[in-house]
């Protein structure tokens, strides 16, 4: 079975620094792929970041990067340099080989960046 | 140039009701999906469909029943609308048998039951 796991309902971060959000993952699948979205208030789904199981190098995308941890089964999401305009909710999901085009998505993390 | 539509943006109904959502992607996609969101932001895949295969969540009444015209459509029929039907439901659509590739959304269909 597949799984999604995020732990932090809620996180504050002061402009400027930077936050991790965390995400483990369970899956029976040799090959897989990670995602990372966020959903402002306005409500749309934004993708952020993507890593593939058998990728060596943990994926960036401008102050976005990925920390894959593939042992310990974790795709936790880096947003450095925080901006006011990064306050959303921000969902991991996973899609697997063996599951064909089902995406698996977690329960979301709040992110809140303080002035 | 919208990548994935969904018409309408806020719908609201009485109870009873019968109601469709429509969906339309333009990225030539064999793979559209359909999501529940609830007011704690929880996402709940509903259905996924492509040219071969419907698969459904088992949670999801039998009340809701997607309906695709052809690869680039998959409308949401809802019947006899409930009050635990109030919820954003987002389309989605994706390339199938591509671990890579994303999925991409629409903006979302706000419905409230009354």
């Known amino acids: 079975a597949q799984k999604i796991t995020q732990t932090q309902p809620g996180m504050f971060v002061q402009e400027k620094e930077a936050v991790t959000l965390d995400c483990t993952y369970d899956t029976s699948d040799p090959s897989y792929g990670l995602f990372w979205y966020k959903q402002p208030s306005s409500g749309e789904m934004i993708f952020l970041i993507y890593q593939g199981s058998y990728d060596q190098q943990n994926a960036t995308e401008g102050r976005y990067s990925l920390n894959f941890q593939k042992a310990r089964k974790s795709a936790n999401l880096v947003i450095s340099a925080s901006q006011l305009g990064d306050s959303a909710m921000y969902f991991c999901a996973m899609r697997g080989t063996d599951t064909g085009n089902q995406f698996y998505f977690g329960t979301g993390t709040s992110l809140t960046v303080i002035p | 140039d919208t990548a994935v539509s969904q018409t309408p943006k806020y719908l609201v109904t009485q109870m009873g009701n019968d109601k469709s959502i429509k969906c339309e992607q333009n990225l030539g996609h064999d793979t559209m999906y359909w999501y529940k969101q609830d007011s704690k932001k929880f996402l709940k895949i509903m259905f996924s469909?492509?040219?071969?295969?419907?698969?459904i969540n088992e949670t999801v009444p039998n009340r809701f029943s997607p309906k695709s015209p052809d690869k680039a459509h998959l409308n949401l029929h809802i019947n006899s609308l409930e009050l635990g039907d109030s919820a954003v439901y987002f389309c989605a659509s994706s390339r199938s048998g591509q671990g890579k590739e994303t999925q991409y959304f629409g903006p979302g269909t706000r419905l409230l039951v009354l």
């Open positions: 469909y492509n040219n071969k295969e419907l698969i």
